[in-house]
């Protein structure tokens, strides 16, 4: 009989077991290679295209024309495809895993919304295209607007924010021409201690001073406080709701109520809007403007910087200040409001030179379309029932920073469990790496010590959730045995160790830079 | 040397405050990696922002504890923003600031009523 495996072990135990500490003899890791920056790589001087000479263009030019090396790599395009697709590879994704960052809501993309983007005639328009050739993409702004105006009970809505900040400052905005027409500009604005840090920062850029609230022992904003520091000098709040503690502001329609009769508006960041969505509308709760993450609250992409979009609903007393342009019907069907004349008069200018992300809207709506009025209120009541599965099944071995009661869409937890055990919460989330699991939002909100705050969203399965907290509590157990190096070390297994968060902070690297005497052929030649 | 709830220390010569973050405060940050002091002149009425610290976890406010005029601002932080992780009770301090009432000075924790204030913590 001839044996066909030429030498070749067919069994594990034939093959010899590897140290524990065993390293690639070129920085490799299984088919994972150590990547060099495009700059470093040996491309000098090559072109992965073939283009004709240009000519006639140094006439126009005059002076401006370059006769130096330009000093960029050259590469053909499998080397340009394959550093680029490899730098992903050392990436994390929704799409690879559950992504429990707390607060930043990374849910699954359907991969209808990206069919429907991607069709011709939403893609490939022209923003200057004529009206008339582009009535299906009005439609569906329009149809996105009555949507979003439905379901926040609110009047107006501005369409062309382009993130969730940029529709803070459309909101203040908004609020600080709706006081200047009233004669009465007003320069203070209360921000809760837990708010997402872009509210203060938001409030400044328009003008405005900022003066904190303070917080109750049970993670609220504290409505005396509140009181105490309305005035007539304040412009606006800005409450998040639920707020960064995963919690609901119990108190929303007081906070409401004392906002307007201190004179004030009531903006709401709608950035957790995904865990009352269908069941609550903020125009009920007294909310002047919010905006809303479509990428959090609707699916669209998120991370990476955009596209986002970040839509604006606006109350009765603010709608008339609404920025242009929005979709009106007209006799020859649909148009955009552009000019802030006559019925937009009052409209404090633009957000944007166009009407937004388009992309964007028609991912939103397709995720609208697709779940149905039905269909969204159980994408709420399913992301705060994950959450509070967390929550529930980590209350053993961690501690929630509020124990008291349900959370909505995410499970916040402090670290006085990890007290005495020598372990951080930095170290626990790059641990949490080595066990295949991107860590959760740590140290923030920053009003509880060492926060870990954990969003799994409606789209995960409860065998994932399952895997999720069993690994963080095999992990919270081996922290309270003493397995200590098992976190200080880590992660052990990513593409990239433990970064010098100081280092890189106090002497940041940000350009590259030939290294003298190495410098590639034509930068040198400079 | 006197101290306030928020972590700043304050200690008096003359008519001249000299103020910093306390060795807890900068524990509690981790590695500082910037701090933004006052402009030299700037009046500060206390409970004013003073100055910004920023580590590796956040960004902090630093209030001036008492009111005064700004004489002069730590300079060598910008260089070395890890002396205030080093020595935030002595070359790490922040600002000096001309007072006008040394009795609001008096009227802080001293170093016993900070020591216990932190107990509670």
Known sequence: MTMQTVGRPTRPEDVQPLDAGFTSLTGGRGLLQDEALIFERDGWGKTGVDLPPVEGSADDLGDLVRTRPIGLPGLSEPEAMRHYVRLSQKNHAIDLALYPLGSCTMKHNPRLNEKMARLAGFADLHPMAPLATIQGALTLMDRLSHWLKTLTGMPAVALSPKAGAHGELCGLLAIRAAHEAKGDPRRRVLVPT??????????????????EIAQTDDGRVDLADLAAKLGPDVAAIMVTNPNTCGLF??????IARLTHEAGAYFYCDG????????????????????????????STPHGGGGPGAGPVVLSEALAPFAPAPWVVHGP???????????EAAQAFGRMSAFHGQMGMFVRAYAYMRSHGADGLRQVAEDAVLNANYIKARLSGVMTPAFPEGPCMHEALFDDS??????????DFAKAMIDEGFHPMTMYFPLVVHGAMLIEPTETESKQELDRFCDALIALAEAAKAGDVDRFKGAPYLAPMRRLDETLAARKPRLTWKPEPGVAPAPLAAE | ??????????????DVATIGITAYAAEQLGDVVFVETPDVGKTVAAGDGLAVVESVKAASDVYAPLSGEVLEANGALAEAPETVNQAPEAGGWFAKVKIADASAYEALMDRAAYDAYLETL
């Open chain 1, 332 to 342: 020859d069907g649909l148009t955009l409001v552009e000019e802030t004349v006559e």
């Open chain 2, 1 to 14: 040397m006197r101290f306030t709830k928020d972590h700043e220390w304050v200690s008096l010569d003359g």
């Open chain 1, 417 to 426: 469990w990890l007290e005495g055990t020598g372990v951080t919460t930095l």
């Open chain 1, 271 to 298: 950035a957790n809007f995904n865990a009352i969505v269908g069941r609550v509308r903020p125009g009920d709760l007294g909310v002047d403007a919010m905006h809303i993450n479509l990428h959090k609250t609707f």
């Open chain 1, 249 to 254: 502001e119990r108190d929303i329609i007081e």
């Open chain 1, 194 to 211: 837990s708010a997402h840090g872009t509210n203060p920062a938001t409030a400044a850029f328009v003008g405005y001073s900022v003066t």
